[in-house]
């Protein structure tokens, strides 16, 4: 695959019209970030198909229960800092084996933080922020390669893309976005990036909050996996745009006011794309300098069959207390088609919540089998099947 630029400044000129509508003739939404939409209340298992997966519990396999990546028939799942990667069987929970391959060496990652999966192939690509590396091993933890990030970049987020591709975003610590930060295809042989897929936006806009020697980065991602294809966002940009598997790339869902315009900047993420919902987030730039917390969101979902936008509140159908459901901005370990998001259920809560009798299905059977020190259950959340 020859490196390609795509450039989408026609389209940003096309769009100019659009802002009075919520969806335009050709399927773009206007979501205005200011706006206080209805209130919907949805319910988890009328969208979306959800399969539980308790994690076997030994005196090997313990663990937080942090999800990098989903296979069909495997989970990748991290303590997020002691370098282990354990690999369980999807379907029953059963613990496979342990890998661990952290240290200085040149097999060797310092930090596992991110972990695209290649079920087909038997390998993982672990991105290591650190050194800058992606490091190449099979599913027994054996090294079998490992490539440089592109010259001084940084990469966010490693998807597995195709049987060849991997997409990740990179950019640049630089004082303002260097131009060479996009969208990328990278070889899964050798790292070399087959594509680059850029966003054309005017000045810098982070969500990044810098005031005097204190920098505070809210969670914040810009690629997402979207059942057949991809959305991209930037930051700067004020349109999300979808990635197609052919090399084609529309835009998805338009903002305003402008990022450029306001005083205190509000950000819009997509988060999970159905036939039907368009879920998203929007995320103040604001931060209280005394608690250092800060960045307020609002939940929002565009439902196309009415044409209209609310902020929404998402049940799940296995409590009988209205447990609340976030369809937020993990997307770690999503490799295939049918993964929209996943969640890890602590033991001790699920236990609880049964003791009350607030569970019902199968949830239930798994709580009962429970203890206080067992592992998580993985709540996969997955597009219903046509």
Not at 96 to 102: E, T, V
Request: charged share 25%; aromatic share 10%; glycine share 6%.
């Amino acid at each position: 695959m020859k490196k390609v630029n795509i450039l989408l400044t026609a389209l940003l000129l096309a769009m100019a019209g659009c802002s009075s509508d919520r969806q335009s003739a050709d399927g773009l939404i206007t979501v205005d970030v200011t706006a206080n939409y209805p209130e919907k209340e949805l319910v988890l298992q009328d969208i979306m198909d959800v399969e539980y997966v308790p994690l076997e519990t030994t005196d090997e396999f313990v663990t937080k229960g942090v999800v990098k990546a989903i296979g069909k028939d495997i989970l990748l799942i991290t303590n997020q800092n002691d370098g282990d990667i354990f690999v369980f069987d999807r379907k029953t929970g059963k613990g496979l084996r342990k890998i661990n391959r952290m240290g200085q060496g040149g097999e060797e990652y310092s930090f596992a933080t991110y972990i695209a999966l290649d079920e087909d192939k038997g390998e993982m690509f672990v991105a290591d922020y650190g050194t800058k590396k992606i490091l190449v091993y099979d599913l027994s933890g054996n090294f079998k390669r490992s490539f440089k990030y592109a010259d001084t970049s940084h990469y966010d987020d490693l998807f597995n893309y195709d049987k060849d591709h991997l997409i990740s975003y990179k950019k640049y610590w630089t004082p303002e976005e260097s131009e060479q930060a996009c969208h990328i295809l990278i070889s899964k042989q050798d790292g070399s990036i087959a594509r680059e897929i850029r966003i054309p936006s005017k000045e810098m806009e982070t969500p990044v909050v810098t005031k005097d020697e204190f920098v505070i980065a809210p969670e914040f991602h810009l690629t997402f996996p979207n059942h057949m294809d991809w959305s991209l966002v930037n930051t700067s940009s004020d349109t999300i745009y979808r990635y197609f598997p052919d090399g084609n790339i529309s835009p998805l869902i338009a903002r305003t006011p402008s990022i450029h315009t306001m005083e205190t900047k509000v950000f819009l993420f997509p988060t999970v794309i159905t036939d039907r919902y368009y879920f998203m987030r929007t995320m103040k730039k604001e931060v209280d300098f005394k608690t250092f917390k800060g960045f307020p969101s609002t939940d929002l979902v565009y439902d196309k069959q009415e044409n209209a936008l609310f902020q929404y509140t998402l049940y799940n159908a296995d409590y009988s207390n209205k447990q609340q459901v976030s369809l937020g901005l993990n997307f770690n370990g999503i490799v295939n088609q049918e993964i929209a998001t996943c969640q890890s259920l602590e033991a001790a809560d699920l236990i609880e919540a049964n003791e009350k009798g607030h569970l019902k299905g199968r949830l239930k059977e798994i709580a009962a089998g429970l203890d206080e020190e067992a592992n998580a259950v993985i709540m996969l959340i997955k597009y219903k099947q046509k």
